[in-house]
């Protein structure tokens, strides 16, 4: 694992982490959750939000990760079918995005911190866009000749699940003060974010 991280390229990894900053800004079933629990009972509770959530996409990842590189071995040309796969899905987010005004809304927030991280986690476990979105986007900054396609999507994953922790959880912190201003800002993120997806699609295509 440590070999495989070492031969990744750096300035791909910046990219990837850049790529995931913006697509986790942009607000969704995650995010709403956290910003509810954050206004129904304090920082602490969107925080703890958001750390269910990030455990649910370690598990997303993981299984991910077995399950893309049992396939790329089983069948030698899986590896670039799901990638156009992962193109196709991604091209249809850029669209949904696009024509979303913003896609926070009302949710109900967790009661207590206990309560928050089990339903952050059993909101992205359960959530099939989520296991859809990490099949299109992480296969995507991988490379055979660097090592297993494993090692590299949980090294990935990992790095995409800590935005994913430290950008909810500021959704989630600020939404007992700034319920109003996150909704408004949704809309712009959702702009944002359909072109980053529109761009990955062309990446992933013309690659």
Known sequence: MIETLLNMDPVMILTFMTAGIVLNLTPGADVVFATASGISGGWRYGVAAAFGVALGALVHITLAAVGLSAAIMALPWAYDAIRYLG????????VKSWRASTAMGDAEGAKDVSQAIKRGFLTNLTNPKVALFVLAFLPQFTVLEVGPVWHQILILGVLFTITVFFI????????????????????VMNKISAIVFGGLAAKLVFD
């Open 87 to 94: 193109a196709a899905y991604l091209a249809y987010l850029a």
């Open 168 to 187: 909810t959880a500021a959704y989630g912190a600020a939404a007992g003060f700034a319920g109003t201003a996150l909704r408004q800002a949704g809309g």
